[in-house]
């Protein structure tokens, strides 16, 4: 009994074995001592005579089951998430491409203007106040009326295409939106009025903002004939006792811009999906076609010059290629982390400036003088810079806007790369010029000439080169113009300002004088 029991449990432990996946090489033919893995020791000892059982129990046919194919235990799985997250929705909004692009696209509107303007409205940007003429015109605008006097197709065409580029701007920043299509249903038409919002975000910055029509040029700060381009004193002038007069300012443009520009936009949506995109289908890769593209959609085509792309670029025929090569390389270098912190640059400077001496009244001569740059590394390409220097002594005798010792303080970017010996920068800073004892322009606000200390504005462009023997000590050389505004002896005549010819800008006129140096010493870097 003892040996047929004995025989029994050691079956039942080489089933159990089995079926758990154990090896049963591990079990040792004729050893008295059999260790099983993870086995307590009292199941370990088994008495001679159990050898022989054991080898009858390998010669049975006995397939152990593998641990791949064993019963495993089951999970219930938790119930999915309605919640489906779509890439381009966890993306936000580029909100830096949105406002840099358009930047862009403002200064391009206001570089056209400047280039294919009259004279007489350059001296208004060039010789005026700025600040002053902006506040000026900005509170004379009159929004009791409809026209502003513009021709029609400056107001229901030049202005709605503005209102189109910078929608197309917005939704090619826009994740949600960039790839949609007319037909895509409710996101598309989701997208294109968040296109609408911006749109008379920008459009209401062009009418009255810092950097608009109302700041350029002066919209609102006079007025003049509606539709007269000749000047007073010509042959056949306009300006006739019928004449109507504006100071091209009412509600017009405020809302056409936007809202004729959003169906603007649908229009080119329209044509871009029944008409080009089939073309660009059936002709891939066709220049032709793709410049029968750009043409039909101008909005959008100057929308894709901003970023970098081509004219006939489409998000949804490269999905996740919304940014161009040359704009990914500018935001690299752009975000590239800074190894230096600060620079100290200690200079000579000789600086040409128009000054009074007593041979001669208001010669330009070199000066001499010093100051003191500090460069704080913002980024590896991008330094915040403050200058201050001084020119002791630069014009000997006091006179109109210049005397005494002349002193400099700007504020600005530098930019530039570096290596191992050498490095090239560019800068431009705005700040002030004061002269210690110079004579005022007589105006309403000085009416007492002087002398004294003046205060103008200044700004300082430079192109710098290094060699550097050592990490932390440099040579610098630094060539650079400073532009100091002068107010100027000649001001506009009384009689600016009467009816019909109203004018609520400064009478004030400004000279920008220019002014090349040299500047140069060691720099040293912490």
Partial sequence: MSFRRTRRRALWLSLVLALSGANPQLIRRGNAQTKLPDAPSALLAASSSLATP?????????????????????????????????KDEAEPVHWKGLLWQSFEFDMMQNATRIITAKQGDRHLLLNKPYWSDYWASLGQFNMRRWNDGDSIPVNYIGHPM??????????????????????????YWKSRERAFLWELVYST???????????????????????????????????????????????????????????WVLGEDTIDRYITDPLVQRHPGNFGI??????????????????????????????????SLMVQQLSRIADAETVDNVDLFLHYTSLGLP???????????????FGAEVDIHLRKYLQFM???????????????????????????????????????????????????????????????????????????????????????????????NMLIRYRSPDRDPPGIGTPPRLSFLSHDNYINSTNWGLSMGPVFRF
Avoid at 58 to 71: M, N, R
Avoid at 164 to 186: H, S, T, V
């Fill in 386 to 480: 403050t200058d201050v220097g001084v020119q002791p002594h630069a014009s000997p005798l006091p006179g109109l806007n210049a005397g005494g010792s002349l002193f400099t303080a700007v504020f600005g970017l530098r930019s530039g790369c570096a290596g191992r010996w050498g490095a090239f920068g560019v800068s431009l800073a705005p700040g002030l010029a004061s002269w210690s004892n110079a004579e005022f322009a007589l105006s309403p606000d000085y009416p007492d000439p002087g002398p004294g200390r003046q205060f103008t504005f200044a700004t300082t462009a430079a192109i710098s080169a290094e060699l550097r023997p050592t990490p932390r000590l440099a040579m610098r050389i630094s060539v650079q």
């Fill in 355 to 369: 000054t009074y001496t007593p041979t001669c009244n208001g010669c330009r001569r070199t000066t001499d003088g």
């Fill in 205 to 263: 910055q062009w009418e009255i903002g810092p950097i608009g029509e109302t700041a350029i040029f002066n919209q609102g700060g006079f007025t003049y004939p509606i539709q007269c381009n000749k000047h007073p004193g010509t042959p056949n002038y306009c300006e006739l006792p019928t004449s109507k007069y504006t100071n091209n300012t009412g509600w017009v443009d405020f809302i056409i811009t936007p809202i004729v520009g959003t169906l």
């Fill in 162 to 187: 503005e209102g189109a580029i910078a929608g197309y701007i917005e939704i090619q920043n826009d994740p949600r939106g960039r790839a949609l299509r007319m037909g895509d249903g409710k996101a």
């Fill in 290 to 323: 793709d410049l029968v593209r750009a043409g039909l959609n101008p909005s959008r085509s100057l929308a894709n010059i901003t970023r970098g792309h081509y004219p006939w670029w489409r998000d949804y025929e490269r999905p996740g290629q919304h940014e």
């Fill in 54 to 86: 054991v080898d009858d129990l390998h010669k049975l046919q006995i397939t152990p089951i593998k641990p791949e194919s064993a019963p495993q235990p089951r999970f219930e799985a938790s119930a999915p998430s309605n919640v489906t997250l779509n």
